[in-house]
């Protein structure tokens, strides 16, 4: 778990805008995900990569984007055209192997729209 | 795509009595079921997980039990304690579905003193 970190802890932002949550590991997983949390729910999936230059999305993804560009980063942004953006964003990251690898997540990122 | 239901939504027990949280999967591709512990603002902990070559898995006073023909499986904790509270949540995923889990929508479980 401590090998996963997101930033900042607490975001807000002003409706119309995009913001940016940071995802890192230290890991060496080669895949990463990002979900989002809201009170009294489940976790869903917004995006995943397995690889390199290369994710798929979950999902959730309508409003959001990503890249990853490297193997330790994972960056989301939430744009404008998230409807309802307020919630708890988890980062995850796995082996990429098999299908059934165990993902540990990082501390998560509150966003908050004001 | 998979769906996981998971019930019930709270549990309340007493310290030292046991707790059963159920979860059904619809895919009968699944095959790995991980359970996460989270507490209140803080991140899911993977607590126990099974795969499908097996019936059931024990961790000192937690175990979790798969019946693959009725595709639900089950999280029980015994000898529960104040530090057990937190929402639970059951997970599935598959060989070669991109490692996606899907999960439950959780059980807030509270041991009372």
């Known amino acids: 778990d401590g090998g996963i970190t997101q930033s900042p802890k607490y975001l807000f932002r002003k409706e119309g805008q995009n913001v940016t949550l940071s995802c890192e590991q230290n890991?060496?997983?080669?895949?990463m995900y990002w979900y989002r949390q809201d009170p009294g729910q489940g976790l869903r999936l917004i995006y995943y990569?397995?690889?390199?230059?290369?994710?798929q999305k979950g999902d959730i993804a309508e409003g959001y984007s990503v890249s990853r560009e490297k193997k330790e980063s994972f960056p989301l942004t939430v744009t404008s055209a998230q409807k309802n953006p307020t919630a708890f964003y988890l980062c995850?990251?796995?082996?990429?192997?098999?299908?059934?690898?165990?993902?540990?997540f990082g501390p998560g990122t509150r966003l908050t729209v004001l | 795509g998979e769906n996981v239901e998971q019930h019930p939504s709270t549990l309340s027990v007493q310290e030292g009595d046991s707790a059963v949280i159920k979860c059904t999967y619809s895919d009968s591709a699944s095959n790995y079921f991980p359970w996460y512990k989270q507490e209140l603002g803080k991140r899911p902990q993977l607590i126990i997980d099974?795969?499908?070559?097996?019936g059931e898995k024990k961790d000192q006073r937690i175990a979790v039990t798969l019946n693959k023909t009725a595709k639900h499986f089950s999280l029980h904790i015994t000898e529960t304690q104040p530090e057990d509270s937190a929402v639970y949540f059951c997970a599935a995923s598959f060989t070669g579905g991109g490692n996606k889990l899907t999960f439950g929508t959780g059980t807030q479980l509270k041991v009372e003193l």
């Open positions: 995850a990251s796995s082996w990429a192997g098999a299908g059934t690898d165990t993902q540990y």
């Open positions: 099974i795969r499908s070559n097996v």
């Open positions: 990569s397995q690889i390199v230059n290369d994710f």
């Open positions: 890991l060496n997983h080669d895949a």
